[in-house]
Nanobody, 114 residues
Framework: VQLQASGGGLVQPGGSLRLSCAAS????????FSWYRQAPGKQRDLVAS???????YYAGSVKGRFTLSRDNAKNTVYLQMNSLKPEDTAVYYC?????????WGQGTQVTVSS
């Protein structure tokens, strides 16, 4: 199984981006997924997640601005990011629980700057 993250880029403050993370390979089901981010010189932090039981979590700093969604038919998960701020600048990583195995995507850079 491989995860391919995409959708990052340069955006002005207040703008929006939608990140995608597509899983490919031998997949029965995607049971849980999450997005993390890592800014330069900082640790990788959890941004948002949906657990295998369906529980949704958003970090306080993104709550109300970021939204998780998924397309089961495409084995793809999304992170819609609105009202972006400079402090959202980071490399964003997706993580999926696929058939009880954890997989990480390669990361996509998000830069919020005027």
């Amino acid at each position: 199984v491989q995860l391919q993250a995409s959708g990052g880029g340069l955006v002005q403050p207040g703008g929006s981006l939608r990140l995608s993370c597509a899983a490919s390979g031998r997949i029965i089901s995607v049971n849980a997924f999450s997005w993390y981010r890592q800014a330069p010189g900082k640790q990788r932090d959890l941004v948002a997640s949906i657990s295998s039981s369906g529980t949704t979590y958003y970090a306080g700093s993104v709550k109300g601005r970021f939204t998780l969604s998924r397309d089961n038919a495409k084995n793809t998960v999304y992170l819609q990011m609105n009202s972006l701020k400079p402090e959202d600048t980071a490399v964003y990583y997706c993580k999926m629980l696929v058939d009880d195995q954890q997989y990480w995507g390669q990361g996509t850079q998000v830069t919020v700057s005027s």
